[in-house]
């Protein structure tokens, strides 16, 4: 029965540990250098690599979780697209953390890939210019998640941050997805950057004798009736100029989502149209005078000769 027994533990010994012993050891791939010893890259190695990096992702997940649970959904969105950079960046700690405690020189593998990232680095200029423009981004919390910002004319919502790109849902409900080295080289209008209200305002025109006063006290019945726009601070009309066809007024308002203001714009625009139609006020046309001059020897003077007409 002994002699049993330790038959088995030598098979188990010598053939199947053996045997994953040398699936382990199994060299895939070999870096070598002039004056440095080589550095091999087993099996083992990349298995140990794989295993870390999921042990890495896991523990990051329930980090963040951990770190969001009483959050806000905004302050939320806006911590993810914080979060994303500090885990790519504690990938690359664990990686090399782990190759050198497998024994690997890291030094050796850094000198025979200097070929190749020149290469990638010629090749991926703009990529790099991309990841250092998110890195930009999170630093100076220029832009968050839920942002509202335009960039060559288009409005949208940020909804989402990533190393190379930021994805804008635009309110066309199309996704712009933008390189972020433009949010380096580009004008950006950041709507919600300093506070999430946002002042917006409506043009009209009136006839010339209407009761300006009455315009002013329509102008701000209706934008206090109008959902969407805030209370505090109060909307406020300006007298903007006498223009050649009408009284220009401005009605300005305050909304808290910027993202749905051409919408409270028309619902605005139809309720200022409606009450200006109850109170007789009148929205003028552009007009213009035409004058007709003839030359005094004309034989027929109802008959203008051409070019002789100036408006």
Not at 165 to 187: A, G, Q, W, Y
Not at 240 to 246: P, R, Y
Request: with cysteine; net charge neutral; hydrophobic share 45%.
């Amino acid at each position: 029965m002994q002699g049993n027994v330790e038959k088995v533990k030598e098979v188990i010994e010598k053939d199947i540990w053996g045997l994953i012993q040398d699936f382990l050891n199994f060299t895939i791939y070999p870096f070598t250098g002039e004056d440095t010893k080589g550095v091999t890259i087993t099996v083992g190695i990349v298995l140990l690599v794989i295993f870390t990096f999921i042990i890495t992702t896991i523990a990051l997940r329930l980090t963040r979780v951990f770190l969001t649970r009483k959050l806000e959904e905004n302050d939320k969105l806006k911590f993810i697209s914080v979060f994303k950079f500090i885990k790519y960046l504690v990938y690359l700690i664990v990686i090399i953390v782990t190759l050198s405690s497998a024994g690997i020189n890291i030094t050796v593998l850094l000198t025979a890939s200097a070929a190749l990232f020149v290469g990638l680095g010629l090749a991926l200029q703009e990529l790099f210019q991309d990841i250092i423009g998110g890195l930009f981004i999170i630093v100076d919390k220029s832009l968050l998640v839920g942002d509202i910002v335009e960039m060559e004319g288009r409005v949208g919502r940020v909804i989402d941050i990533k190393l190379r790109t930021t994805r804008v849902l635009t309110r066309d409900d199309k996704v712009m997805v933008i390189p972020n080295h433009k949010f380096i080289s580009e004008i950006l209008f950041n709507y919600t950057q300093n506070h999430r209200s946002t002042r917006e305002f409506v043009k009209v025109g009136v006839a010339y004798g209407s009761d300006t006063e009455k315009v002013q006290a329509i102008l701000l019945e209706c934008a206090r009736e109008q959902t969407g726009i805030v209370k505090k601070p109060e909307p406020f009309v300006l007298f903007e100029d006498f223009g050649d066809s009408a009284l220009v007024f401005s009605l300005h308002f305050f909304v808290t989502d910027s993202f749905v203001d051409p919408k409270i714009k028309s619902q605005l625009r139809f309720k200022i149209d409606h009450k200006f139609r109850l109170n007789s006020i009148t929205i003028p046309f552009p007009q213009r005078d035409v004058h007709m001059f003839y030359p005094a020897n004309a034989s027929n003077p109802t008959i203008p000769p051409a070019n002789e007409e100036n408006s």
